[in-house]
């Protein structure tokens, strides 16, 4: 798979990861579905894998489901609360899920981002993170996004994009290719709740073999100022479907895509 290098840290990755909202927010019963999903992304190629507190016990699945391959995975997950106290819980909670460390730390909606970044980076600076981040999914807050963009204190930004939600090109995404910041996408497919749905068989033929989801990761990818893209299954086949090398399109193919996303 294409890899990308996560803006100024230097980090190449592989351009598919794995969201895990709502997918992975599974009982201890079913941790044989979510390691079925993630062992089939993994085997595909996909390295990043994103989580939250906010995602129910999510983070504990996914931590259970990396045994054995924590070292070659990338794990970016979020703080998501209104006090230092309870974010400091959160992350010793993912230091127990994620093996004592966690790759990229979010913070998550932009809640409390002043405070949570003033004890993440000496977290960071004590090894127990490796790189900060911060996430939106609403364009009502891309102006406070920039701003701690400005800051200089993150490495990367995580935002929707897809071709029925594109508020990111206008401001976020030339300012995170200045800066040098990753960007990671959610949503690629339209959203958990609201996929894009996929148009008949026969109009997507200009595009050769590529599903409807292939065609919108590539769609995303396709502008180079996005890193990688995390798309959430609870599907083992749809995880290899992602991971699959995603399309390179041109304008044509991309205008096609608008086109039949209805956007
Ligand atoms: N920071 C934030 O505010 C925020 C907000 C939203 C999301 N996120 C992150 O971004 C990730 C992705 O966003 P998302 O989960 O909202 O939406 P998404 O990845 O755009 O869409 C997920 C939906 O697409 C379906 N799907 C996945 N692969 C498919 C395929 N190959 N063919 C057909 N359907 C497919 C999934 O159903 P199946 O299970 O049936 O495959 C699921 O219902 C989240 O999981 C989360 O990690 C962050």
Known sequence: MERRTLGRTGVEIPVVGLGTWAT???ADAEQKVADAVVGAAFEAGTRLADSSPMYGRA???LGRALAGRREEALVATKIWARSVEEGRAQLADQLGFFAGRVDLEQVHNLVAWHEHLDWLERERDAGRVRFLGATHYSPGSFDELARVMRTGR?????????PREREAERELLPLAEELGLGVIVMRPLGGAGSPIPAPPRHELAPLGTVTWAQALLGWALSDPRVTVVIPATRNPEHARENAASPPRLGPEERSLIERLAGS
């Open 24 to 26: 992975l927010d599974l």
């Open 59 to 61: 983070e504990r699945v």
């Open 154 to 162: 993150i490495d990367a930004i995580q935002i929707p994009l897809n």
